[in-house]
């Protein structure tokens, strides 16, 4: 849900009341995950140094994460920072963006109301269960569920009734018809079958995504509906599914890289990494393309966001590369295309993500992901010097002196480490995948405060804080929600039909590979990537697995794949994101992306069909 520009901003009691609650939660939140740094820390101090390992501290680091899950998911509802597709809102009139806004705010609180009892059940269920380590009782990590729903349940509601009162009563209205449109075909519904899935999976959800309804309760309203109107299955299973969807260990690492990214631009990290690539080959043809495409590679092995690399690269940039003459149109293909290029760069989230839903090691996928990215790095390096090649406007520049690219490089060190000392943790065994993130932010704090003086500041620690957990939250609740979604759709028997027909695919694992780039493709662009990746990887990893394709091999087609159609125009969303980072109107370069993108398919089929670089240095 993005902000509603039409809501009434008068200071209503109601306003006032969804204010106070907005930053009670975000005081929460913040203090979840400065509480969730600490423990993850102590812990690898604790073993690590001083080889005295805590028992507890992993599972009241789960318990914790669940809280910070849905205490970022609720606040995610009041920023209105969830996921959703507004391609298509934003081709209609400016009264019927309202009446979306308002559609979209009503569905939301109609999950949240329809879940508030089975979560409240849920709970009474897990008190029965004991932490082996802590010996807690289970209700301990099950009210932060409960909770979470409502304090977006309540939020939803004071929002929605700060909306025009006829939109307020067309949408009730609209809702209304639907759900008794449902519970009239019920019976038919039923007798159809498998093929009822069409109605909810592919009508429902379809239609909802397009009206611009958050990605994650779009999935969630239409597994909700699907198992209401078909099935006797209570809504307390879907509770349990998007807890066990939310709280795998390894999506731990989700918040604290989002934190880490935060800290590495905040002080200032990013910034003379790229000043150091500036100075060295600044000066070549194209070569303020090449400082893009390495400062990319570089902060994507840091952050982990893709939004926030190209943030933390974009401002620094563009106003020397526009000084030298590149076309907007140019400079936004070719952020967005890095963007793409650098999907499978350690600590990528989709990659944690990815590992959560289908076991894959993390460690794995981590050392795997680099050498496909270089791969397509390379590929964009050709296009990017074709192009400068025929730009008759850019103006030469003069080699940067010995001296400016020593004093850049010295300067640059400390923060040129960084993704070093991230993957030796790892390799070394200090911390494993999902810890390590808490050395970096270690490391950047250390480094911001004390070399780079100046970058952090005490007034933006808790904004910080704020936009890791909203961040964090509506990750993780997109990835319950499809948890909960696919959980229905195997129950269904669509995974086993599924499988069935992707095997029986023309050309065996050329034809499965093939059918899956394009899949993915259209599903990165449409859902966003973490949300297709949680839904259908689950799915089609087995069957990779059955066609004898390594599984990490697979998950870097998957990824790139994925990346290619959140990156690519009309539909995909990094790409907007992108002309918003760079200040650079979507129209300037819708023509000149398809090169790019063109490119990067080429090499995405190299990649494919030579596993070596995948799965070499495994």
Same mark, same amino acid.
């Given at each position: 849900?993005?902000?509603?520009?039409?809501?009434?901003?008068?200071?209503?009691?109601?306003?006032?009341?969804?204010?106070?609650?907005?930053?009670?939660?975000?005081?929460?939140?913040?203090?979840?995950?400065?509480?969730?740094?600490?423990?993850?820390?102590?812990? %690898?101090?604790?073993?690590?140094?001083?080889?005295?390992? !805590?028992?507890?501290?992993?599972?009241?680091?789960?318990?914790?994460?669940?809280?910070?899950?849905?205490?970022?998911?609720?606040?995610?509802?009041?920023?209105?920072?969830?996921?959703?597709? +507004?391609?298509?809102?934003?081709?209609?009139?400016?009264?019927?963006?309202?009446?979306?806004?308002?559609?979209?705010?009503?569905? +939301?609180?109609?999950?949240?109301?329809?879940?508030?009892?089975?979560?409240?059940?849920?709970?009474?269920?897990? &008190?029965?269960?004991?932490?082996?380590?802590?010996?807690?009782?289970?209700?301990?990590?099950?009210?932060?569920?409960?909770?979470?729903?409502?304090?977006?349940?309540?939020?939803?509601?004071?929002?929605?009734?700060?909306?025009?009162?006829?939109?307020?009563?067309?949408?009730?209205?609209?809702?209304?018809?639907?759900?008794?449109?449902?519970?009239? *075909?019920?019976?038919?519904? +039923?007798?159809?079958?498998?093929?009822?899935?069409?109605?909810?999976?592919?009508?429902?959800?379809?239609?909802?995504?397009?009206?611009?309804?958050?990605?994650?309760? &779009?999935?969630?309203?239409?597994?909700? *509906?699907?198992?209401?109107?078909?099935?006797?299955?209570?809504?307390?299973?879907?509770?349990?599914?998007?807890?066990?969807?939310?709280?795998?260990?390894?999506?731990? *690492?989700?918040?604290?890289?989002?934190?880490?990214?935060?800290?590495?631009?905040?002080?200032?990290?990013?910034?003379?990494?790229?000043?150091?690539?500036?100075?060295?080959?600044?000066?070549?043809?194209?070569?303020?393309?090449?400082?893009?495409?390495?400062?990319?590679?570089?902060?994507?092995?840091?952050?982990?966001?893709?939004?926030?690399?190209?943030?933390?690269?974009?401002?620094?940039?563009?106003?020397?590369?526009?000084?030298?003459?590149?076309?907007?149109?140019?400079?936004?293909?070719?952020?967005?295309?890095?963007?793409?290029?650098?999907?499978?760069?350690?600590?990528?989230?989709?990659?944690?993500?990815?590992?959560?839903?289908?076991?894959?090691?993390?460690?794995?996928?981590?050392?795997?992901? %680099?050498?496909?990215?270089?791969?397509? &790095?390379?590929?964009?390096?050709?296009?990017?010097?074709?192009?400068?090649?025929?730009?008759?406007?850019?103006?030469?520049?003069?080699?940067?002196?010995?001296?400016?690219?020593?004093?850049?490089?010295?300067?640059?060190?400390?923060?040129?480490?960084?993704?070093?000392?991230?993957?030796?943790?790892?390799?070394?065994?200090?911390?494993?995948?999902?810890?390590?993130?808490?050395?970096?932010?270690?490391?950047?704090?250390?480094?911001?405060?004390?070399?780079?003086?100046?970058?952090?500041?005490?007034?933006?620690?808790?904004?910080?804080?704020?936009?890791?957990?909203?961040?964090?939250?509506?990750?993780?609740? %997109?990835?319950?929600?499809?948890?909960?979604?696919?959980?229905?759709?195997?129950?269904?028997?669509?995974?086993?039909?599924?499988?069935?027909?992707?095997?029986?695919?023309?050309?065996?694992?050329?034809?499965?590979?093939?059918?899956?780039?394009?899949?993915?493709?259209?599903?990165?662009?449409?859902?966003?990537?973490?949300?297709? %990746?949680?839904?259908?990887?689950?799915?089609?990893?087995?069957?990779?697995?059955?066609?004898?394709?390594?599984?990490?091999?697979?998950?870097? !087609?998957?990824?790139?794949?994925?990346?290619?159609?959140?990156? *690519?125009?009309?539909?995909?969303?990094?790409?907007?994101?992108?002309?918003? !980072?760079?200040?650079?109107?979507?129209?300037?370069?819708?023509?000149?992306?398809?090169?790019?993108?063109?490119?990067?398919?080429?090499?995405?089929?190299?990649?494919?069909?030579?596993?070596?670089?995948?799965?070499?240095?495994?």
């Amino acid at each position: 849900m993005a902000e509603d520009s039409t809501l009434v901003l008068s200071d209503s009691p109601g306003l006032i009341l969804e204010r106070r609650l907005q930053r009670g939660t975000e005081i929460l939140a913040a203090v979840a995950v400065v509480a969730e740094v600490v423990i993850l820390f102590v812990g %690898i101090l604790a073993r690590a140094v001083f080889n005295r390992p !805590i028992i507890w501290s992993d599972e009241l680091a789960s318990i914790l994460f669940l809280w910070l899950a849905m205490l970022g998911s609720a606040l995610a509802v009041q920023r209105g920072s969830h996921m959703r597709l +507004t391609f298509f809102v934003s081709m209609v009139s400016t009264r019927a963006q309202r009446w979306a806004q308002t559609l979209a705010v009503g569905t +939301t609180a109609v999950f949240l109301g329809l879940v508030l009892h089975p979560a409240f059940e849920y709970l009474q269920d897990q &008190a029965f269960v004991e932490t082996p380590a802590l010996g807690w009782s289970g209700s301990v990590r099950a009210l932060a569920i409960l909770f979470g729903f409502v304090v977006a349940f309540a939020s939803c509601l004071l929002r929605f009734v700060r909306h025009e009162r006829r939109d307020m009563l067309s949408v009730i209205a609209v809702m209304a018809l639907v759900a008794g449109a449902f519970y009239v *075909a019920a019976p038919g519904l +039923t007798a159809m079958g498998q093929s009822s899935l069409l109605v909810f999976f592919i009508g429902l959800l379809g239609v909802a995504v397009m009206a611009g309804v958050p990605i994650a309760f &779009a999935f969630s309203l239409a597994t909700a *509906a699907y198992l209401l109107t078909t099935t006797s299955t209570p809504l307390t299973i879907v509770v349990g599914r998007m807890d066990e969807g939310m709280s795998t260990l390894i999506l731990l *690492a989700v918040p604290m890289f989002v934190l880490l990214g935060q800290l590495v631009h905040s002080a200032g990290l990013a910034r003379v990494m790229v000043e150091f690539l500036a100075s060295l080959i600044g000066h070549v043809r194209a070569g303020m393309s090449y400082v893009l495409l390495g400062a990319m590679l570089l902060v994507s092995g840091i952050s982990g966001s893709k939004t926030a690399d190209m943030a933390a690269v974009a401002p620094v940039l563009f106003p020397e590369m526009r000084k030298r003459g590149m076309k907007d149109g140019e400079l936004v293909s070719l952020l967005a295309a890095s963007g793409a290029m650098s999907e499978t760069i350690p600590p990528s989230i989709v990659l944690i993500a990815i590992a959560s839903v289908t076991g894959i090691s993390i460690a794995a996928l981590f050392t795997a992901g %680099i050498l496909p990215a270089i791969v397509l &790095a390379v590929v964009l390096r050709f296009v990017a010097r074709w192009r400068a090649g025929r730009d008759a406007s850019a103006t030469p520049v003069a080699r940067a002196p010995f001296s400016l690219v020593r004093k850049t490089f010295l300067i640059a060190l400390p923060a040129l480490l960084l993704p070093f000392v991230i993957r030796s943790a790892v390799v070394e065994g200090i911390a494993t995948a999902t810890e390590v993130s808490t050395i970096g932010i270690a490391y950047a704090l250390v480094v911001g405060l004390l070399i780079y003086r100046g970058g952090l500041r005490w007034k933006s620690v808790m904004p910080m804080l704020v936009q890791t957990a909203s961040l964090s939250g509506a990750i993780l609740f %997109i990835v319950g929600a499809a948890s909960a979604m696919g959980w229905a759709l195997t129950q269904s028997g669509f995974s086993h039909d599924l499988a069935v027909m992707m095997a029986a695919v023309p050309g065996g694992a050329t034809g499965f590979l093939l059918i899956s780039i394009v899949a993915f493709i259209v599903l990165g662009s449409v859902l966003e990537g973490i949300p297709a %990746i949680v839904l259908f990887g689950p799915l089609l990893f087995p069957i990779a697995h059955q066609l004898g394709i390594h599984e990490v091999h697979y998950a870097m !087609i998957v990824i790139l794949a994925m990346g290619l159609g959140l990156f *690519a125009p009309p539909f995909g969303l990094c790409y907007y994101a992108a002309c918003i !980072i760079g200040e650079v109107s979507p129209e300037a370069g819708m023509k000149r992306i398809w090169l790019y993108l063109g490119m990067l398919l080429l090499g995405l089929v190299a990649i494919t069909f030579i596993p070596w670089i995948s799965v070499g240095f495994l």
